[in-house]
């Protein structure tokens, strides 16, 4: 095999890891949680917060050292710290174990976001299809969308087994996601280059990244998904308030991602109809009438088709928005570094939310919870948009050329 078709099976093998990346159990993780001796509302809220605090700590720790030390490598780190996190949730019989598979999912997540990303963007440089980095990271991330939503439909069907059951099966897919990780072809980096990143110190990043005016939209990027977040992470449990049957939970779900996949596909076209301000603007309109919805109607029904559309655009816009953070950084060397900021940022909120949406269910009302952070969100995101808008315009003038 010549080294350009080694280099190209970076594509499908990054398409099974993303597979295996995946969690099959997210239907009914929230639901799982109460199973669990002692864990309520204000539990789950606790468990939310130490995973993003966790994924806080390393996310651009885990950046710089990736770059630092390959993206591969980091590749793989990632694949056995998801192993470890599955296993946890596994055996656990207490909250302690449920807080440590959180942490473990969480430093996960922090050593593949950012070098996932800068990887497939090095992979394509080598092949010098770099250009069309969206189109295929599109595709790529749609067929890991896909091909996990039967896996996710299935849940709640293997939970009549036993609710251990679907984390079984992740266990089994985690394996095969360390095999992908490991069979992974470094992409070339000239020495130059790599002498270069050893020597940068991590001030140097971060000037880099403020030369780049990268900040301030890895910061209304890293706030819109925290919030989200905040969302979806009670979204099993309000269902399980709401007596929705929990065998349709991964239907649900699965509908959700397939939406998402769809958009995934799509995300070149997507980006060719929208400039990164437009991008902006509609997603806080979208997920702000959302966020409302749910605070002043508790149908169940109305409840799910809300929870699908946040759960298809939150993931199907993904790439797109990965792709304008990319534009603007292009020229770094420390592509991973600086977009492990946007997911620091994302695991503080993430935590901050998931904590204080905790207890205003626990203290209040689903709803009423709902509502407060669908204001939070608004007040938050709108002052940050405008300022975008009024301080960058050249930004957005510039990513139009790219185009």
């Not at 606790?46 to 993003?52: D, F, P, T, V």
């Not at 922090?110 to 996932?116: E, L, M, Q």
Request: proline share 3%.
């Amino acid at each position: 095999m010549t080294a350009e078709k080694k280099l190209k099976s970076n594509i499908w093998k990054y398409a099974l890891l993303l597979i295996a990346d995946k969690r099959i159990f997210v239907a009914i993780l929230g639901a799982y949680y109460l199973t669990i001796p002692d864990v309520t509302p204000k539990g789950i809220g606790i468990i939310l917060l130490a995973g993003s605090l966790a994924g806080f700590i390393f996310e651009i720790p885990s950046g710089y050292v990736s770059d630092k030390i390959g993206h591969k490598i980091a590749l793989v780190l990632s694949r056995l710290f998801m192993l470890v996190s599955t296993l946890c949730f596994l055996v656990a019989s207490n909250i302690f174990l449920l807080v440590l598979g959180s942490i473990f999912m969480s430093i996960a997540h922090a050593f593949k976001s950012g070098t996932g990303d800068a990887f497939i963007y090095e992979t394509l440089c080598g092949l010098k299809r770099e250009k069309e980095y969206v189109e295929i990271m599109g595709k790529i991330s749609s067929v890991g969308f896909a091909v996990p939503i039967l896996f996710i439909a299935l849940t709640p069907f293997l939970v009549s087994i036993s609710f251990k059951t679907p984390f079984l099966l992740a266990l089994v897919v985690d394996l095969v996601g360390i095999l992908a990780a490991t069979l992974l072809i470094a992409p070339p980096v000239p020495q130059q280059e790599i002498n270069e990143i050893r020597l940068t110190k991590f001030k140097q990043v971060v000037s880099a990244g403020r030369h780049f005016n990268f900040f301030i939209f890895a910061l209304f990027s890293g706030i819109m998904g925290g919030m989200l977040f905040g969302f979806s992470g009670f979204r099993a449990p309000y269902q399980v308030f709401l007596e929705v049957p929990i065998i349709w939970y991964g239907i649900f779900l699965g509908i959700g991602r397939v939406f998402a996949s769809l958009m995934l596909a799509y995300s070149g076209r997507i980006k060719e109809k929208m400039s990164l301000f437009s991008f902006y603007k509609f997603q806080l309109i979208l997920y702000s009438i959302l966020a409302f919805t749910l605070g002043f109607i508790s149908i169940w029904w109305i409840v799910v088709i809300i929870f699908i559309a946040i759960n298809a655009f939150q993931w199907g816009l993904n790439k797109v928005d990965n792709s304008y953070l990319i534009d603007i950084i292009k020229t770094s060397k420390f592509k991973a570094t600086l977009l492990s900021v946007r997911a620091q940022i994302y695991q503080i909120v993430s935590a901050i939310v998931g904590l204080g949406t905790g207890f205003a269910i626990e203290s209040l009302s689903y709803q009423y919870g709902f509502l407060c952070l669908g204001i939070v969100f608004l007040a938050t995101l709108l002052p940050l948009y405008l300022y975008i808008i009024n301080k960058h315009k050249r930004i957005n003038i510039a990513l139009k050329a790219v185009r």
